[in-house]
């Protein structure tokens, strides 16, 4: 399984900002695409967002983030990015980054590495 690995979460009061990231080590990033996922406690895991390794489209968001997270990549760190804005409470979950090869199998349950998980949590 290929490796990457989150970091970035932490407690931030609603309406704040976090930026996430998703580093891979003995692989090159670019060939594949990265998804971020959350799961709060009790709730089924939710792909937020993909972005495919070679340009090809936009980027993916579910209508839960649409507008406030944004993804990028840089190919030369061989790490993504979750860049998160107007946080809610309903945002607070553990976050996770996966690859595959493409965001159609990310999004649709295939995966060749995830990450251990970092968690957001969204509090006054």
């Known amino acids: 399984q290929l490796q990457v690995v989150e970091s970035g979460g932490g407690l931030v009061q609603p309406g704040g900002s976090l930026r996430l990231s998703c580093a891979a080590s003995?692989?090159?990033?670019?060939?594949?695409?990265v998804g971020w996922f959350r799961q709060a406690p009790g709730a089924e895991r939710e792909g937020i967002s993909c972005?495919?390794?070679?340009?090809?489209?936009?980027?993916y968001y579910a209508d839960s983030v649409k507008g406030r997270f944004t993804i990028s990549r840089d190919n030369a760190l061989n790490t993504a990015y979750l860049q998160m804005n107007s946080l809610k409470p309903e945002d607070t979950a553990v976050y996770y980054c996966?690859?595959?090869?493409?965001?159609?199998?990310?999004?649709?349950?295939?995966?060749?590495?995830w990450g251990q998980g970092t968690q957001v949590t969204v509090s006054e």
């Open positions: 996966a690859v595959d090869w493409t965001c159609y199998g990310l999004l649709h349950g295939k995966f060749e590495g």
């Open positions: 003995g692989f090159t990033l670019a060939h594949y695409g």
């Open positions: 972005i495919n390794g070679v340009s090809s489209g936009s980027p």
